[in-house]
Each structure stands twice: as structure tokens, then as C-alpha cells.
């Protein structure tokens, strides 16, 4: 999956949870809340934190229009309401027979949620059909504040100018919109900027993307356990600005929430927190509403499903553990039953992941474990955190 996709908002989702070991009123051990389609590899990009490694063709076996169709009928085996269907790619837009596939979605009762890339596919006449089709929530990625950051990773002359305009072009044709955004060493200190780039947008959610070394992103530069730390703690703050702030493989952000909204003391929050907080106020002002963080504990595996372009089914997109394939198993029955799911969803970790009181409401990024420790239960390295005990 492209970093641009990674979680979609839908107003059915359950309230977030506060406190350690909340639980949705979602049964997540029976459905989950968000399944990812990689509908196709083939993109016009070739972004430096691509995880699907998109190229300009499809890649051979993709599912077909008539396995595409029986993959969204076997979403309705969740019950209803069906999980939240977000198309993704490469390039959504780079299959010829997505419209009817949405419009088939949309028949069998699974919403669509869309996160197309950024080049000359995503016309206003392909943004008003998806609209008529009933497609409400659109994402695209942003990762820089500067036309020289954001195009360093995108890797094409005038990206950043046209996704500006892809966010104007968004808003006049009233989808929500969803700003992506990996934070690396690169952009990191232009954060704030970012975040009023999202507000002047008149985007809803700004989901910030903490790096898992998978797939280009391999070549990236990830921050350490103190600057997550900070990262989060200037996250919170940028929640109180009137749009949702959730992260990606990055859900330490949670308990900082926790404790933030607690008062909790003793909290670190080092010189990287404090640079980006000054010109936060900087560049917005003053905090004008109550914090917007979301932090519903839902992680890789639990809440969360990923099918890949050949229908291979996924923990997420950056979790690289095959579960299945939608061509031959039951979608709903590999979420349900597979051991390793089943281990996520109890929070059965090991390290100080499995000791830690924020087990549940965080848990930890399973695809960083993973790409860290071989080992999808090991605890997450990106984290400063020490439990007691």
C-alpha cells in the first residue's frame, strides 16, 4: 500500500477510546473497522517511502474485474454495517474499471472511501463521478510544506503545486478530506507549516505516517524513540486546531493523548517538541478548539485488513505476513480465526510491549516489530517509553 493510504474517516466509527484497555463498541475480534484494497501496483509516481514499490504497469495475476466483484461480496460476510472499503494502490484511478466497481460496492451496502495519487488521472470529471458514485472521503499526501521537500519525496517537477490544487479541487466537489503525511528527518521541521497548509485546506483528518522500513522507505531516514516522543507530544497540540490528528504505525501517539488529556506528570517533551510547538502558535495561533486526536485503539490486525493487488491477504499494508488469498479463502474467516490476528487482538506481545499498561489502547506498531525482529508480537523499537515492572 502507498503511504496515502493507510486509514480513511468514516462517521460510523465508534467514539474514540480515552483511557488504557478502552474498548470499542465495535467487536473488533469479529470485524474490522477499515479493510485496505491495493486495487492495482500501476502508478505514474514512484514516491522514495513507497511501500508497494509502484511501477508504470499493472503486476501480473492483479484480480480481475469478475475477482475484484467477488472480493467486495465477501465484505458483506462482516454483517452490517460492512467495514469501510479503502481503494488504493499505486493508483486507484489506473484501473479502468474502478467506477464500477464502486457502483457495485455501493449495491451490496460496503462504503468506498478513495486514495487516489496526485497526476493528470485525477480530473474534476473523474472527481465528480466518484462523488455521484457515493464516494464521501478522498485522501492524498502531502510532505512538505516546500515545493523542494515535498517533490524530494515524490520525486515529480510541480507535485506540490498540484497537490494544492488537488485539495482545492477536493473541497469544491464537498468530498472529506484526509492529508497524509510520513514524517522523516527531512521534513520533520516543517511540520507546523504543514499542519496550516491542512487547516487553510479545509481538510478534516491529518493523518501523520511514522516510518516502517518496508519497501522504499527502506532508503528513508525514521526518527528515533525521543523525536516520536516529540513528534507526538506536537501532535496533541496540533489536534486544537479544528481537524482530526491520528497516526500510522505510529499509536505511542495514543498514550501521549492519554496522558496529555490527564495532566499526567512527568512527561518528557525535549528541544524537537519545543521548535515545533513555537511555530506551531507561529504559524496558527492560538489553539482554537478542544483536541481532535483520535485514538481508537485499533492497530495492524485488529481493526485493520489489508488485501494486496494479487489478493493476498495482509496483518496491513506494512505488515508483510501473508494470511490468505481472497481468491480462494474467506476473507471474513481469516480475520476471525488466523492464530496470528488472534494473538494481535489479545495483545499477547512480548518485550516491554507485552508488559506495558497501554497494551491495548497502543500495542505497538506490529509491522515495525516485525521488520525489526522478525517477529510480529516483539516489541516496537520506535517507542521510548519503559513500562514499570
Same mark, same amino acid.
Given at each position: 500500500?502507498?503511504?496515502?493510504?493507510?486509514?480513511?474517516?468514516?462517521?460510523?466509527?465508534?467514539?474514540?477510546?480515552?483511557?488504557?484497555?478502552?474498548?470499542?463498541?465495535?467487536?473488533?475480534?469479529?470485524?474490522?473497522?477499515?479493510?485496505?484494497?491495493?486495487?492495482?501496483?500501476?502508478?505514474?509516481?514512484?514516491?522514495?517511502?513507497?511501500?508497494?514499490?509502484?511501477?508504470?504497469?499493472?503486476?501480473?495475476?492483479?484480480?480481475?474485474?469478475?475477482?475484484?466483484?467477488? @472480493?467486495?461480496?465477501?465484505?458483506?460476510?462482516?454483517?452490517?454495517?460492512?467495514?469501510?472499503?479503502?481503494?488504493?494502490?499505486?493508483?486507484?484511478?489506473?484501473?479502468?474499471?474502478?467506477?464500477?466497481?464502486?457502483?457495485?460496492?455501493?449495491?451490496?451496502?460496503?462504503?468506498?472511501?478513495?486514495?487516489?495519487?496526485?497526476?493528470?488521472?485525477?480530473?474534476?470529471?473523474?472527481?465528480?463521478?466518484?462523488?455521484?458514485?457515493?464516494?464521501?472521503?478522498?485522501?492524498?499526501?502531502?510532505?512538505?510544506?516546500?515545493?523542494?521537500?515535498?517533490?524530494?519525496?515524490?520525486?515529480?517537477?510541480?507535485?506540490?503545486?498540484?497537490?494544492?490544487?488537488?485539495?482545492?479541487?477536493?473541497?469544491?466537489?464537498?468530498?472529506?478530506?484526509?492529508?497524509?503525511?510520513?514524517?522523516?528527518?527531512?521534513?520533520?521541521?516543517?511540520?507546523?507549516?504543514?499542519?496550516?497548509?491542512?487547516?487553510?485546506?479545509?481538510?478534516?483528518?491529518?493523518?501523520?505516517?511514522?516510518?516502517?522500513?518496508?519497501?522504499?522507505?527502506?532508503?528513508?531516514?525514521?526518527?528515533?524513540?525521543?523525536?516520536?516522543?516529540?513528534?507526538?507530544?506536537?501532535?496533541?497540540?496540533?489536534?486544537?486546531?479544528?481537524?482530526?490528528?491520528?497516526?500510522?504505525?505510529?499509536?505511542? @501517539?495514543?498514550?501521549?493523548?492519554?496522558?496529555?488529556?490527564?495532566?499526567?506528570?512527568?512527561?518528557?517533551?525535549?528541544?524537537?517538541?519545543?521548535?515545533?510547538?513555537?511555530?506551531?502558535?507561529?504559524?496558527?495561533?492560538?489553539?482554537?478548539?478542544?483536541?481532535?486526536?483520535?485514538?481508537?485503539?485499533?492497530?495492524?490486525?485488529?481493526?485493520?485488513?489489508?488485501?494486496?493487488?494479487?489478493?493476498?491477504?495482509?496483518?496491513?499494508? @506494512?505488515?508483510?505476513?501473508?494470511?490468505?488469498?481472497?481468491?480462494?479463502?474467506?476473507?471474513?474467516?481469516?480475520?476471525?480465526?488466523?492464530?496470528?490476528?488472534?494473538?494481535?487482538?489479545?495483545?499477547?506481545?512480548?518485550?516491554?510491549?507485552?508488559?506495558?499498561?497501554?497494551?491495548?489502547?497502543?500495542?505497538?506498531?506490529?509491522?515495525?516489530?516485525?521488520?525489526?525482529?522478525?517477529?510480529?508480537?516483539?516489541?516496537?523499537?520506535?517507542?521510548?517509553?519503559?513500562?514499570?515492572?
Amino acid at each position: 500500500m502507498r503511504g496515502s493510504a493507510r486509514a480513511m474517516t468514516f462517521t460510523r466509527v465508534a467514539s474514540p477510546a480515552s483511557a488504557p484497555g478502552a474498548r470499542s463498541r465495535i467487536d473488533l475480534d469479529r470485524r474490522p473497522i477499515l479493510v485496505f484494497w491495493e486495487s492495482t501496483r500501476a502508478c505514474l509516481l514512484a514516491c522514495r517511502h513507497c511501500r508497494a514499490e509502484a511501477q508504470p504497469l499493472p503486476v501480473p495475476g492483479e484480480l480481475t474485474p469478475s475477482e475484484a466483484t467477488r @472480493f467486495l461480496d465477501s465484505l458483506t460476510a462482516f454483517g452490517r454495517p460492512a467495514p469501510v472499503l479503502v481503494i488504493t494502490g499505486g493508483d486507484a484511478l489506473m484501473r479502468p474499471d474502478l467506477p464500477t466497481l464502486i457502483a457495485h460496492a455501493r449495491e451490496v451496502g460496503v462504503p468506498v472511501a478513495l486514495a487516489p495519487s496526485v497526476t493528470p488521472l485525477l480530473t474534476d470529471e473523474r472527481l465528480a463521478a466518484c462523488r455521484t458514485l457515493g464516494v464521501k472521503a478522498v485522501s492524498v499526501s502531502l510532505d512538505g510544506a516546500s515545493a523542494a521537500t515535498h517533490e524530494g519525496m515524490r520525486r515529480v517537477d510541480g507535485h506540490f503545486a498540484e497537490t494544492l490544487s488537488a485539495l482545492c479541487r477536493l473541497r469544491a466537489h464537498r468530498f472529506v478530506i484526509q492529508v497524509n503525511t510520513a514524517v522523516t528527518h527531512d521534513n520533520v521541521h516543517e511540520l507546523p507549516r504543514i499542519a496550516r497548509i491542512v487547516r487553510d485546506a479545509g481538510a478534516s483528518i491529518w493523518e501523520v505516517f511514522f516510518l516502517v522500513p518496508v519497501g522504499r522507505g527502506t532508503a528513508l531516514g525514521a526518527l528515533g524513540p525521543a523525536e516520536n516522543e516529540d513528534v507526538c507530544q506536537f501532535l496533541y497540540d496540533a489536534s486544537r486546531y479544528g481537524f482530526v490528528v491520528r497516526t500510522v504505525e505510529g499509536p505511542m @501517539f495514543r498514550r501521549v493523548v492519554a496522558w496529555r488529556e490527564t495532566e499526567r506528570p512527568g512527561q518528557r517533551r525535549g528541544p524537537l517538541y519545543e521548535r515545533l510547538q513555537a511555530e506551531l502558535v507561529d504559524e496558527l495561533g492560538p489553539p482554537t478548539s478542544p483536541s481532535k486526536a483520535q485514538t481508537k485503539g485499533t492497530r495492524d490486525g485488529r481493526g485493520i485488513l489489508f488485501v494486496s493487488a494479487t489478493g493476498d491477504v495482509y496483518p496491513a499494508g @506494512f505488515l508483510p505476513i501473508a494470511l490468505g488469498n481472497v481468491k480462494r479463502d474467506d476473507v471474513a474467516g481469516i480475520y476471525r480465526d488466523h492464530p496470528l490476528l488472534q494473538d494481535i487482538r489479545a495483545a499477547r506481545f512480548h518485550g516491554k510491549c507485552g508488559r506495558c499498561e497501554y497494551r491495548t489502547l497502543c500495542g505497538g506498531s506490529r509491522a515495525r516489530a516485525f521488520a525489526a525482529a522478525g517477529d510480529a508480537l516483539a516489541e516496537d523499537p520506535a517507542c521510548a517509553y519503559e513500562p514499570d515492572g
